[in-house]
């Protein structure tokens, strides 16, 4: 066992996809491993930490290597540490080696997730009918679906499976996929509205039969996640004399 424990990156992405019958839900993509431990098992992508480049740029380059997908947005979710989450590698070496996973976690709409790499050791899963994961990544996704739930209430996170402009019905299907369950229209978008959250764009959206509906766009005020001080692009003020 090595003196100090590795450190890994691992990168969890939501996107939306329709399943048999029309209906849009969560899913994920998952890589198969394909060397022990657990061979053979679908896992989150990601990798080792390289020592020579920061921890999200690390995640994105893992996360480019083994889906193809590079979202121009990722966030940090949390640091996965137990003692028990990587076995031992063989008989002959029964002590594991100790595992840290830093784990990421980003939203890519659906033209972006069509891009995954096409190969038999990358498949995308929808988000509630995961197989058993290798390591602990079953109970990472678990949490990262935890903090997407938690979020869309006050941050204006579905953005980031919309394109720029949007239909008030097209976000409220975001939302039913996200939280699980039907959302009553009117008391939607009244509680939209009254949020200041979204604008409309002044046009509406064309090829339907009947009155088009309006399209929106998010207020740029509201930032896609709040990250507090670690926002890069948070404007500070110094302190007054």
Known sequence: MSSQPA???????????????GNLRLALPLVRRIRS????RWALPGGPLAENESISDSAARTLAATTGLTPSYLEQLYAFGGLDRSPALSPDDPTPERVVSIVYWALVG?????????SENV?????????ELAFDHNLIVEYALWRLRNKVGYSRVAHGFLSERFTLAELREV??????KQLDPG???RAVEASGAVVPTGERLGGTKHRPPMLYRYNSDFDLTDQGPLNPNRKTTG???
Do not use: C, H, K, M
């Open 187 to 189: 008391n939607f978008r």
């Open 7 to 21: 450190l890994a990156v691992s990168t969890v992405i939501f996107a939306l996809r329709s399943d048999a019958t």
């Open 37 to 40: 431990p657990f061979e053979g």
């Open 123 to 131: 498949q995308w899963f929808f988000a509630d009918e995961l197989p």
């Open 110 to 118: 659906s033209a972006e997730a069509e891009q995954t790499l096409a």
């Open 239 to 241: 302190a007054s004399a």
């Open 175 to 180: 939302y039913e996929a996200i939280l699980g």
